[in-house]
């Protein structure tokens, strides 16, 4: 018998009962396949909560999606869309099979570590998932009654459109755009029909992998193997933490509470949601969500709760950013996403794929992500019994609105930890001059005290200058209660001008302050609000001559960006990138400000571009722990304060 993970008494116990589809599924599973096969049932990871999953060690993997619909009362138009007849009307709904295709699209290109680069570089790897949806109700007559007019309308079609052109009624071209158009529409109406499981067809269920490939090779049977199947941490892995008084106080979860949390760069806000979500998840035994804006930072928050020194599983936190998140619990809700014709775009012009993208995104978030009112209608699978959001000065009041009203439990706690200086997307400030969010969550509780520089260090006194001179005026300025004046300096902190038109000798002076001062790579963070200039800098980095540094980045490379896929798979390749992004990789690393949010590092090149705003530039000063170089162009408008408050390093003088 197959493992059923959890088993069928496990399954029917839980929170969200199964189906009578679903059971008859998971016992037909059970006999049908031998113990090396294993079925999860709605296995949820990062909010994504497929029906059934099963995964063979050689043989890949399958999605089923189960529906137990009456189909009499649905149909399907000329597009492929979904509707339900009900007795006021018609109403659209999620194609079962869009359903489906969306959670294997997201184990490449969320969830599974390098999954996605290797489908690029292999078309096979797209083909070790495969994917059924299964109607319990349904027959071979009631699906095919379905499809069927379709396949027929579209036969007529395709016999109108020869018969056109033999009687030279149309030229080859636009007869040449209907054929390619009927045989698109076609295969998808076959495909679905093919992929439709009922109980007298099931044993056709197969998996897509071949004893003779070797595509699903041990490491991605891990990969999905720890997505599917989350490890217990034990108290053991993790260390003692050493919290203050005020730490020891806001770790402490209580239901229906309201907290927001503030304070400087270091202050520990991290540690302190780390601890929550655990303490949380000890008291409630339920899920924990914990969002931020910027998604490099979900394995360095990961990282952060696999340090709270107690026992729990891993399958009870889930960490994204929110509009990956809301992504999910779209299609998990059955919430058909429409994105207009005119903002799809197959080419491979950089700028017009770029245009396309923005004006997709703002339809997006106007339709659907900023849309308070977007989850109305649906049904909510999941729902936490804690909420944790970071970076909330990132956040738009609608985002805490959806995600308090639609997936917060009744009883359920939610924290909003942020530092309002770092406000780079300039959202609207409170009357106490922080961070403005939704109203019930109290006054801010301040972190207050630094962790991040040793005593001594100067870039303390540095930023806190940076605050006055150019941040008083908007925002409340954080002095840092453990600071006190010392003549002891510790660490590298200076400033260089360079020229933004001779990248390779921007790169050489790194190399070289690198090597005078012996940083290891793995201490060195470059980052700058402009990805471009990056990109270039670590081209030049990885591939001159004088250089031939390993780095990773957070962005996709000067390579990728030229391969002839790369237009079609922006967002899916950048995505990758900040998810695969990882502080301790042993390398040198270039990422852009926005991206290392909430992230430090021993040693920081700052790059400060002229157009940077005062936010921007702060966040790139807080995220040094020891040494900080701040390099900058002549013309700058920050050189001034910079040439003030450090010695300038002069390179090669």
Known sequence: MAILIPNIEKAKAAKQKPTE?????????????????????????????????????KAGVIIIEVKDWNLDLYS????????????????????????????????????????????????????????????HHGNKSAIELLYQS????????????????????????????????????????????????????????????????????????????????????????????NYTEKQKRLIQSTPKSRVKICGLAGSGKTVVLAGRAVNAHKRHGGKVLILTFNITLRSYIHDRISAVREDFSWSAFDISNYHRFITIALNNSDIPVEIPEHLHYEGANRDIARKISFQRDQYLEETYYSNIRVFDDAEVKIKYDTILIDEVQDYKPEWIKIIRSYFLEEDGEMLLFGDEKQNIYKRALDEERRSKVVEGFGRWEKLTKSFRYAAES??????ESFQKSFLFQSYEVDIDESFQLSLTSIGLQAYEIFDGTDLGQLAEKIITIAKGNNIHPNDISIISSQEEILRN??????????????????FPSHEVTKHPKYSKSYDKISGAKKMGFNLNSGVMKLSSTHSFKGFESPFVFLIVNNNDSPEMVFT??????????????????????????????EIGA
Not at 538 to 553: A, F, G, M, Q, V
Request: glycine share 2%.
């Open 150 to 241: 379709h396949l027929d309308r579209l036969r007529d079609e395709s016999r109108e459109n020869e018969n056109s052109f033999k009687q030279k009624q149309i030229d080859f071209d636009r007869y040449e755009r209907r054929r390619e158009g009927i045989n698109r529409a076609k295969r998808k109406f076959e495909r679905d029909l093919s992929l439709s499981l009922h109980k007298t067809n099931i044993k056709k269920i197969s998996f897509p992998i071949t004893a003779e490939e070797s595509v699903f090779d041990q490491s991605v049977y891990n990969e999905f193997k720890r997505l599917l199947n989350p490890p217990y941490h034990y108290a053991s892995e993790g260390k003692p933490p």
């Open 21 to 57: 589809g679903e059971i008859f599924l998971l016992e037909f599973l059970a006999t049908h396949f031998d113990e090396q096969i294993e079925v999860y049932f709605q296995p949820c990871f990062n909010g994504d909560r497929p029906d059934i999953v099963l995964m063979s060690p």
């Open 76 to 135: 399907i138009d000329e597009r492929n869309k979904w509707a339900v007849n009900l007795p006021s009307g018609k109403q659209s709904v999620k194609s079962p099979f869009s359903q489906v295709f969306a959670y294997k699209k997201n184990f490449f290109d969320i969830h599974v570590n390098g999954l996605l680069e290797k489908s690029l570089k292999n078309d096979n790897f797209f083909k070790m998932i495969k994917t059924y949806v299964y109607f």
């Open 620 to 649: 790139g000063l807080t995220r040094a722990k020891e040494n900080l170089m701040i390099l900058l162009e002549r013309d700058s408008p920050y050189l001034s304060f910079f040439s003030k408050h450090l010695n300038s390093l």
């Open 458 to 463: 100067p870039i303390i006194s540095l930023v």
């Open 537 to 554: 800098l670590d081209h030049i980095l990885r591939t001159s001559e004088l250089h031939k540094e390993r780095t990773i980045c957070s």
